[in-house]
């Protein structure tokens, strides 16, 4: 569309959704290829980098278990540990971040 993304990894252009992948690294979510992720990120997981996709089914199934336990959360829990249900929120909020600012600006 009108923005370009690109590569953290590779620094190329990435043209096609499918070949998005975007990980968090110091709590900054980056793009990659699929392959650079594939060779070079995945499997590094330390303290500053992911070892899980944001997006995709994975991203995407964890998104949506962490908005059914922020909303059972309160529900359950007592005094100040209601306020817990803000921690689920956070790979929401990852997720909508990685659309916003990186796939909807793809071609599917």
Known sequence: MSKEIYCDYCQKQ?????DLI??????EVVPFHEGCYGSNIK????????NEPI????GN???????I?????????????????LLALVPVGYRIYSYVKFERHLEK
Request: glycine share 6%.
């Open 14 to 18: 990435i043209k096609v959704r499918d």
């Open 22 to 27: 975007t990980s968090t690294m110091v709590l």
């Open 43 to 50: 499997g590094a997981r330390t303290l500053f980098v992911s």
């Open 55 to 58: 997006n995709g089914l994975a």
């Open 61 to 67: 199934f964890t998104a949506v278990i962490s908005l």
């Open 69 to 85: 336990l922020a909303a059972l959360w309160p529900l359950f829990a007592e005094g100040m540990l209601k306020w817990a249900f």
